[in-house]
Nanobody, 121 residues
Framework: QVQLVESGGGLVQAGGSLRLSCAAS????????MSWYRQAPGKQRESVAL???????NYAISVKGRFTISRDNAKKTVYLQMNSLKPEDTAVYYC???????????????WGQGTQVTVSS
C-alpha cells in the first residue's frame, strides 16, 4: 500500500526557514506530479507548489521567490524549502502525488497526513 509521510514542520519566527520532506513508501512504478498544499484555520486548502517529473516547478504567487520545491525520484521524496517565512504562512502543509502502481492502468492520487507549520511574529 502506498503512503506519503511528511516531516519537517514546526514553530519558527518570522523571517526564518523550514524544510519539509514528504517520502513515499510502497510499490510504485512511476511518479507523476508532486505537490504541496496548505490549509490555514478557517480557510480552504490551497496549492502552494507543484513539480512534474522533469518539468519546471510552479508556485503560488504568495510564496514565489521564498519557497522552493524539489524532488528526488530515486528516494521517492518531494521537498519544500521555505525561506523568509511570514505569520500568514502558518498552516497545515500536505503533500500530494500521483503514482502508477502495480496492477493499475491510470495515475492514482495520494495525500500525506499533513505537518503543522507555525510562524510567530
Amino acid at each position: 500500500q502506498v503512503q506519503l509521510v511528511e516531516s519537517g514542520g514546526g514553530l519558527v519566527q518570522a523571517g526564518g526557514s523550514l524544510r519539509l520532506s514528504c517520502a513515499a513508501s510502497g510499490s510504485i512504478l512511476s511518479i507523476g506530479v508532486m505537490s504541496w498544499y496548505r490549509q490555514a484555520p478557517g480557510k480552504q486548502r490551497e496549492s502552494v507548489a507543484l513539480i512534474a517529473s522533469g518539468g519546471a516547478p510552479n508556485y503560488a504567487i504568495s510564496v514565489k521567490g521564498r519557497f522552493t520545491i524539489s524532488r528526488d525520484n530515486a528516494k521517492k521524496t518531494v521537498y519544500l524549502q521555505m525561506n523568509s517565512l511570514k505569520p500568514e504562512d502558518t498552516a497545515v502543509y500536505y503533500c500530494n502525488a500521483n503514482f502508477l502502481i502495480p496492477g493499475g492502468s491510470t495515475w492514482q492520487n495520494y495525500w500525506g497526513q499533513g505537518t503543522q507549520v507555525t510562524v510567530s511574529s
